[in-house]
């Protein structure tokens, strides 16, 4: 059975802080999704990423397949970036996507 | 380029009514999934549709609940005789393709109330 746990469930930060939520997962889990969830409830999809990194502007996502974590990094973070972080994981040539208990986000100006 | 759209965006059902949600994937996209997410719990797979085939219904529960995605028009996720438990938000995703390495975009949801 695939399994996602994320850290920590609940993250408050300075304006202009260096943000990380981090992402453990189980065996059989070979790509990695995040997703934003805004207060206003809509999912927006991030990054997918099975090796490596990847950045989109002030977000960050790197996986470490060896050890079965990722982790989502946010520069320099801003009010607006307070939301719920949701990370899934997909198995191989599967679509079905395993989601962690979310991480929110509050940014204080 | 439209997104995913779902509606109604929020809906209000007495106990023993039916719920009807639609979901119209991206332009593109012929591969539609649906997800429930209770209050203060993550969301969890319901069902994977493709058009006029239902794919994998193992998260979807076995009575009252069904759902279809036609040649013409949206996805509906029907709920037939809604108990207060159904209360929660049902969100739609759809992809080109399948697979795990797909990126899936999400509509808005509806927010499903029972009174």
């Known amino acids: 059975k695939n399994e996602v746990e994320q850290s920590p469930q609940n993250l408050t930060a300075q304006e202009g802080e260096f943000i990380t939520i981090n992402c453990s997962y189980s065996?059989?889990?070979?790509?990695l999704h995040w997703l934003q969830q805004h207060p206003g409830g809509g999912i927006v999809s991030l990054f997918m990423?099975?090796?490596g990194k990847k950045k989109h502007g002030r977000l960050i996502a790197t996986i470490n397949i060896q050890e079965k974590h990722s982790s989502l990094h946010i520069t320099a973070s801003h009010p607006r970036d307070s939301a719920v972080y949701i990370c899934?994981?997909?198995?191989?040539?599967?679509?079905?996507?395993?989601f962690g208990k979310g991480t929110k986000l509050s940014v204080i100006p | 380029n439209a997104g995913v759209m779902q509606n109604p965006r929020h809906l209000v059902r007495r106990r023993g009514q039916e719920a009807r949600l639609r979901c119209s994937p991206m332009?593109?996209?012929?591969?539609v999934y649906w997800y429930r997410q209770l209050p203060e719990e993550g969301l969890k797979f319901m069902v994977y549709?493709?058009?006029?085939?239902?794919?994998?219904e193992s998260g979807m529960p076995k009575e009252r609940f069904s759902a279809e995605f036609p040649k013409e028009g949206p996805s509906i996720l029907r709920i037939q005789q809604v108990v207060r438990g159904d209360s929660a938000a049902y969100f739609c995703?759809?992809?080109?393709?399948?697979?795990?390495?797909?990126?899936?975009?999400f509509g808005p949801g509806t927010r499903l109330l029972v009174l």
């Open positions: 995703a759809s992809s080109p393709r399948t697979g795990g390495k797909e990126t899936q975009y």
């Open positions: 065996v059989g889990i070979s790509a």
């Open positions: 990423l099975s090796s």
């Open positions: 899934a994981g997909s198995g191989a040539g599967s679509y079905q996507l395993t």
């Open positions: 332009k593109g996209h012929s591969h």
């Open positions: 549709l493709q058009k006029e085939n239902i794919i994998d």
